[in-house]
C-alpha cells in the first residue's frame, strides 16, 4: 500500500504561485508514473499532468501547457507541480496520483493507482 500526502495548496491571487508537493514515505514511489489531478465544484475530476516512472517523458493538460511544471525527486520519494500564472479557472482540489497515468500517451486513469487526500487551491482577488 502507497501512502500519498499532498501539501502547498492556499488562497492566491490571479497571476500568482502555488508549488504543489506530493509526499509518499514509501521508496515504492519511485516505481509508479505520478499523475496530478484537479476537481473542481460540480465538475468532473481531471488529469493535469503526468510524469513517466524515469521521469523522461511528460505531459499536460491544454489547459495548463506553458503554465504548469511536473518534477520529481527520488532522493526525497516526491512529486511536485509548479503552478504559474494562476486563473480563477485553476481553483480546485489537486490530488496526486500513483500509476493512475501514462505520460508518453496522455492516458488519465481516475479510479485506479494510489491517491492522496487532495489539497485545496483557490485563485481568487
Known amino acids: 500500500q502507497l501512502h500519498l500526502v499532498e501539501s502547498g495548496g492556499g488562497l492566491v491571487q490571479p497571476g500568482g504561485s502555488l508549488r504543489l508537493s506530493c509526499a509518499s514515505s514509501g521508496p515504492t514511489f519511485n516505481y509508479y508514473a505520478i499523475g496530478w489531478f484537479r476537481q473542481a465544484p460540480g465538475k468532473e475530476r481531471e488529469g493535469v499532468s503526468c510524469i513517466s516512472v524515469n521521469g523522461g517523458s511528460t505531459n499536460y493538460a491544454d489547459s495548463v501547457k506553458g503554465r504548469f511544471t511536473i518534477s520529481r525527486d527520488y532522493a526525497k520519494n516526491t512529486a511536485y507541480l509548479q503552478m504559474n500564472s494562476l486563473k480563477p479557472e485553476d481553483s480546485a482540489v489537486y490530488y496526486c496520483?500513483?500509476?493512475?497515468?501514462?505520460?508518453?500517451?496522455?492516458?488519465?486513469?481516475?479510479?485506479?493507482?494510489?491517491w492522496g487526500q487532495g489539497t485545496q487551491v483557490t485563485v481568487s482577488s
Open positions: 496520483a500513483a500509476d493512475a497515468c501514462l505520460a508518453h500517451s496522455g492516458d488519465y486513469h481516475h479510479y485506479t493507482g494510489y
